[in-house]
């Protein structure tokens, strides 16, 4: 399973910017999906994750009202909408992929993910 991260850059304070991730996958229906972001001197914190079925979502405080995961299981693609963005959202971000189902209280836990991708910079500027 390969994972393709892209939809980064540098931004001004109140900007937008979407995220794509790309799953080379059979069945992108099969496997839950979250993003997860990395600061300079700052642990991989949670950022959002949804459902097989696009149903469940789940979102960090810190970005909830702002940013909207979503995912097109034809296009093998999940999203992350990322509005009003603020100098404190800049961190490399990575999605991530679990083959399976996963239940809400589990979304915000690196290690229920099987696979990572690459990451992508995004940078907001004050």
């Known amino acids: 399973v390969q994972l393709q991260a892209s939809g980064g850059g540098l931004v001004q304070t109140g900007g937008s910017l979407r995220l794509s991730c790309v799953a080379s996958?059979?069945?992108?229906?099969?496997?839950?999906m979250g993003w997860f972001r990395q600061a300079p001197g700052k642990e991989r914190e949670f950022v959002s994750a949804i459902d097989l079925s696009g149903v469940t979502k789940r979102y960090r405080d810190s970005v909830k009202g702002r940013f909207t995961i979503s995912r097109d299981n034809a296009k093998n693609t999940f999203y992350l909408q990322m509005n009003s963005l603020k100098p404190e959202d800049t961190a490399v971000y990575y999605c991530?992929?679990?083959?399976?189902?996963?239940?809400?209280?589990?979304?915000?836990?690196?290690?229920?993910?099987?696979?990572w991708g690459q990451g992508t910079q995004v940078t907001v500027s004050s």
């Open positions: 991530a992929a679990r083959n399976g189902r996963i239940t809400s209280s589990y979304m915000g836990r690196a290690e229920s993910y099987d696979y």
């Open positions: 996958v059979r069945t992108f229906s099969s496997y839950a």
